[in-house]
């Protein structure tokens, strides 16, 4: 369905524009339930009427006599007879032969402990309820996916997508892997992005926006906090080393303080060290 060339943003993007023909699909499918459900419903009320279903108390063979109004859920309320008893029209045999009153269930009848109406299950219905069921899933599904896309989480490349005030707010158009995310003391939802060249920038995640959920692997490097470095100690400082790389033709001061490891190492020993990224940039190393 899609070219495997795209990139993961370009997808949620095509799926997105599949929404609104999803969001037809789905409201035809909840309507055509609604007509199945309003149909039956109107038949059950037609049949309890046809059959001479008590209108006092809908089959259930009492009435609510009084009522203080001192609870919402009705459980001060009395209840009395159905008026129609004493003249022979709702008795036992009737009511057991009507059933309730579908047209309404009431507070009175859940305090009463009276069972819900048992829904007609007609295979219209049926059919009308499942294709509601997968409608409605198959839009949800899209629909978080297109959601989990567009969200800023660590790991996807992002943008920023407008100016950001401050000192070392990068411009517009930078591009970097999202790294770190919180929140500052002012509400601020921040997230931290390492660029390509292994600087690290702190924007608003509300200026960004996600290009690419997957990044490319000209990006990988991005995502981890430095370059491992195979090679020899020429010289040693109080505050560096003096590194040079196993074939001879680059040579670099490397501090200790983002070197740690190399605290303590000698002259013409050999070293493995996580260089930082802007640190291997510079000397050509990366």
Not at 50 to 62: D, H, I, N, P, Y
Not at 220 to 228: E, H, I, Q, S, W
């Amino acid at each position: 369905m899609y070219n495997k060339l795209m990139n993961s943003t370009d997808i949620a993007h095509i799926m997105e524009a599949e929404l609104p023909a999803l969001n037809m699909a789905l409201g035809k499918a909840a309507r055509k339930l609604a007509e199945c459900r309003e149909s039956l419903q109107l038949k059950r009320i037609n049949a309890y009427a046809a059959a001479g279903g008590c209108k006092k108390c809908g089959g259930r063979g009492w009435v609510v006599v009084r009522d203080t109004l001192d609870s919402i859920t009705g459980q001060y309320a009395e209840f009395g007879p159905c008026p129609a008893e004493e003249a022979g029209i709702c008795t036992y045999r009737t009511r057991e032969k009507t059933g309730l009153d579908p047209s309404y269930y009431s507070k009175y009848d859940r305090n009463r402990g009276v069972p819900k109406h048992v829904s007609l299950r007609s295979p219209k219905l049926i059919a009308s309820e499942l294709a509601h069921a997968t409608a409605k899933e198959e839009h949800d599904r899209l629909a978080q996916q297109v959601t989990d896309a567009k969200e800023i989480t660590r790991g996807k490349l992002v943008e920023v997508s407008r100016k950001v005030r401050g000192v070392a707010a990068p411009p517009k158009g930078t591009k970097g892997i999202v790294f770190w995310e919180g929140t500052n003391s002012w509400g601020t939802h921040k997230v931290g992005l390492r660029l390509e060249d292994g600087a690290k920038v702190w924007v608003p995640s509300s200026a960004c926006k996600v290009l690419d959920t997957e990044p490319a692997y000209s990006w990988k490097p991005a995502l981890v906090d430095g370059l491992p470095f195979i090679g020899i100690t020429k010289a040693v400082g109080p505050s560096a080393a003096l590194l040079r790389t196993l074939d001879g033709t680059k040579e670099f001061w490397a501090p200790y303080s983002q070197c740690p490891t190399l605290k303590g190492v000698f002259k013409g020993q050999s070293v493995s060290v996580t260089l930082p990224l802007w640190l291997a940039k510079k000397n050509g190393i990366w």
